[in-house]
């Protein structure tokens, strides 16, 4: 389709139509579920030339079905990348592309601010593994960062727009920094999407993303995926030999065979492979439903997000309202320059009565949900310090700044003079 045409296709084209194959059996337009494990190949030839990836066909879905593939290329497209893959879940997302980069021994790099989440798998299952995770302070200087850099650095990690508090990262800046000590940027691109915010066009060379949150946008399947860039020389690196050097003898190294997406490569054929993170084709269906509206939502989560926090922070309730959105916040200059579309549409309040201010507000809500996700098209809200954040210490908590009062909202589709009122009424309950 975009052969015919003498300009790239627009954002809202490609939502709709990249990566998509016209079904060979039945011409179906829509992307059909292949709900198989396996598939048949032609002859003795066939089944060696797919093992050995020379074959354009697939042999197992463990690691390659046909509905993902459509999935992986769309996201990869949107975010300006050589090729993706979708995976289990957002966290199978993380751990893959981490553990295609570093094993026992080496080491990455981290921003302070990060998802809960993501932290908890860094210090925890990914340290047992030998892999030393170092956090950064966001103010750290450049003479810091390049300090941190080690032999045995394999990454810079990072997100976009970090969950909860929204500190928008300079990720130019990060990219500059990771590439002047010769490893790659790894981006959390998760809460912005490709539509708000594309990290590969700034300098990322691995982006990431929670499939189950707006890429979705219904709440309905878990999901991850993994983007390659296509940009970092490898070779030049030399600390990436499982992919510049020969996996056994007689067999050309990733880089060689595959070139610009050798990394991706590398992971679908190495780490997806052997440990399995599959995503059910039937979640992937539903995921390429939600990406094709996926402009037209994030128009109207970020409008909605807009005016939510601009009322919030007039509240006598709320003592502090945390999105880049609002020209007070401390992040709204760098919000400009990498979202001029919006700031997203988590709105994090602190309210000033703190722990059982936030317990009123969370009892009285009747619209809003009050459950762990983001990226609905409902309303959602959590008191932060009593649920993801609670295996904390209260210091730990103070210093990630999860204060008593905060309850992160993720601002759905309703309308939004219903949800105003709704958080209204949980704020006078609050007051009370």
């Known amino acids: 389709m975009a052969d015919d045409c003498s300009r790239p296709l627009d954002f809202e084209t490609r939502q ?23 598939y048949v190949f032609d002859d003795f030839d066939d089944g060696e030339d797919r093992f050995a990836g020379r074959a354009r066909n697939r042999a197992y879905s463990r690691n390659e079905n046909p ?19 979708v995976v289990a879940s957002g966290q199978a997302a993380i751990a893959a592309a981490v553990t295609a980069l570093a094993g026992a021994g080496d080491h990455i ?21 030998g892999i030393a995770f170092e956090e950064v302070p966001d103010d750290a200087t450049d003479a810091e960062w390049a300090a941190r850099i080690r032999p045995s650095t394999r990454a810079v990690y990072t997100e976009t727009l970090p969950n909860p508090l929204g500190q928008v990262v300079d990720i ?7 590439h002047a ?35 979705s946008g219904h709440g309905s399947v878990i999901g991850g995926a993994v983007v390659d860039a296509g940009r970092f020389d490898w070779a030049a690196s030399g600390r990436f030999p499982q992919l510049t050097e020969p996996p056994r003898p007689g067999v050309a190294s990733f880089a060689d065979r595959f070139g610009a997406a050798a990394y991706l490569a590398y ?11 599959t995503v059910p084709p039937t979640s992937t269906f539903l995921l390429l439903h939600g ?6 939502r994030m128009d109207r989560h970020v409008a909605s997000a807009q005016a939510v926090a601009e009322r919030l922070v007039q509240h006598p309730a709320v003592a502090r309202v945390h999105y880049p959105g609002l020209a007070s916040d401390p992040y709204n200059a760098l919000a400009a320059k990498y979202l001029p579309r919006g700031a997203g549409s988590i709105v994090t309040l602190d309210l000033a009565g703190g722990r059982e201010a936030a317990r009123r507000f969370i009892d009285a809500l009747r619209l809003v949900s009050p459950m762990t996700h983001i990226g609905d098209v409902r309303t959602l809200a959590i008191h932060l310090g009593s649920t993801i954040h609670a295996k904390l210490t209260e210091p730990e908590r103070e210093a990630a700044g999860i204060t008593p009062g905060l309850v992160r909202l993720s601002i759905g589709l309703e309308s939004v003079r219903d949800i105003l009122e709704d958080l209204e009424r949980a704020l006078d309950a609050a007051s009370a």
């Open 16 to 38: 709709i139509h990249a990566g998509a194959v016209v079904d060979a059996e039945t011409s179906a337009r829509v992307t059909p579920i292949y709900q198989t494990a396996g």
């Open 67 to 85: 509905t993902n593939a459509v999935a992986g290329r769309r996201i990869a497209d949107l975010e300006g990348g050589v090729d993706g893959i």
């Open 109 to 129: 790099l981290v921003t302070r601010s990060l998802y809960e989440g993501t932290r908890e798998m860094f210090r925890g299952v990914l340290k047992r593994q």
């Open 172 to 178: 130019e800046r990060i990219a500059r920094l990771a």
């Open 181 to 215: 000590g010769g490893v790659p940027l790894v981006v959390d691109n998760t809460v912005p999407t490709p539509y708000l915010e594309r990290p590969i066009e700034w300098g990322a060379d691995v982006v990431i993303h929670s499939t189950s949150k707006w890429l």
């Open 267 to 277: 992971l679908r054929s190495v780490i997806v492979l052997e440990y399995g993170p």
């Open 291 to 296: 990406i094709e509206t996926l402009s037209v």
